[in-house]
T-cell receptor, first 112, second 115 residues
Framework: QQPVQSPQAVILREGEDAVINCSSSKALYSVHWYRQKHGEAPVFLMILLKGGEQKGHEKISASFNEKKQQSSLYLTASQLSYSGTYFCGTENYSGNTGKLIFGQGTTLQVKP | DVKVTQSSRYLVKRTGEKVFLECVQDMDHENMFWYRQDPGLGLRLIYFSYDVKMKEKGDIPEGYSVSREKKERFSLILESASTNQTSMYLC??????????????FGPGTRLTVL
C-alpha cells in the first residue's frame, strides 16, 4: 500500500521553510526521499534507516519516527532550486527486497 | 556518473499496437525497475528484475510484460496498447544493498500517448 504524503502541494517564498510528511500503514525499515524537477528524472536526496542512521543531502534534513511509521523532510531557507516534486519511497520491515513503494508526491514551488 | 537511458522521450502509438520501451544502464546494477508516473498517483511499480532473466511483478503489472536478456538492458512491452496506458514511464536501476534497499537511479522517462 502506498505511503501517504502531505501536503499535496505547497508554495513558498525564497527563504521560507517547509515540511513534507510521509506516513505508512505498515512498519518501516527505511524511508528514501527523491526530488524530481520539472521534465527531469527523479534524483535521490537521502535515506533514513530504522535505528536512526541517515545518509544524504547537506542542506536538507529529515526525521524518521518508527513508532508512528512516518518520516518528515525539512526544507529550511528554501531556494528557487528546491522547486520540484518530492517523493518518499518506503521499504517495509520485511527488509531488503530491493523494492520501494513510492508516495503520490508533494509539489513544492519556491517563488522569488 | 551513473547513466540510465531510455530509448525514446516521446512516443505516440495507436490502440492495439505492440509497444517496446527500452532501458539501458551503464553501472552494472543487478536491479532494474519499470515505473509508471501519473498525476496524483506518484510512481507505481510495474515490474522489477533482480537478475538476468529474473523478474517479479510490481503493483500494476496487468497489460505489461518485461524482458531482461542482458544485465544492462530491461525492456517493457505493451502487448496491445490501450488508451489507459497513456502515461510517463520511468526506468530505474540500483545495486543490491547489503542491509537496505540501495539508491535507485532513474532514466529521463518516456511519455507514451496511445490514440
Amino acid at each position: 500500500q502506498q505511503p501517504v504524503q502531505s501536503p499535496q502541494a505547497v508554495i513558498l517564498r525564497e527563504g521560507e521553510d517547509a515540511v513534507i510528511n510521509c506516513s505508512s500503514s505498515k512498519a518501516l525499515y527505511s524511508v528514501h526521499w527523491y526530488r524530481q524537477k520539472h521534465g527531469e528524472a527523479p534524483v535521490f536526496l537521502m535515506i533514513l534507516l530504522k535505528g536512526g542512521e541517515q545518509k544524504g543531502h547537506e542542506k536538507i534534513s529529515a526525521s524518521f519516527n518508527e513508532k508512528k511509521q512516518q518520516s518528515s523532510l525539512y526544507l529550511t531557507a528554501s531556494q528557487l532550486s528546491y522547486s520540484g516534486t518530492y517523493f518518499c519511497g518506503t521499504e517495509n520491515y520485511s527488509g531488503n527486497t530491493g523494492k520501494l513503494i513510492f508516495g503520490q508526491g508533494t509539489t513544492l514551488q519556491v517563488k522569488p | 556518473d551513473v547513466k540510465v537511458t531510455q530509448s525514446s522521450r516521446y512516443l505516440v502509438k495507436r490502440t492495439g499496437e505492440k509497444v517496446f520501451l527500452e532501458c539501458v544502464q551503464d553501472m552494472d546494477h543487478e536491479n532494474m525497475f519499470w515505473y509508471r508516473q501519473d498525476p496524483g498517483l506518484g510512481l507505481r511499480l510495474i515490474y522489477f528484475s533482480y537478475d538476468v532473466k529474473m523478474k517479479e511483478k510490481g503493483d500494476i503489472p496487468e497489460g505489461y510484460s518485461v524482458s531482461r536478456e542482458k544485465k544492462e538492458r530491461f525492456s517493457l512491452i505493451l502487448e496491445s496498447a490501450s488508451t489507459n496506458q497513456t502515461s510517463m514511464y520511468l526506468c530505474a536501476s540500483s545495486f543490491v544493498g547489503a542491509r537496505f534497499t540501495d539508491t535507485q537511479y532513474f532514466g529521463p522517462g518516456t511519455r507514451l500517448t496511445v490514440l
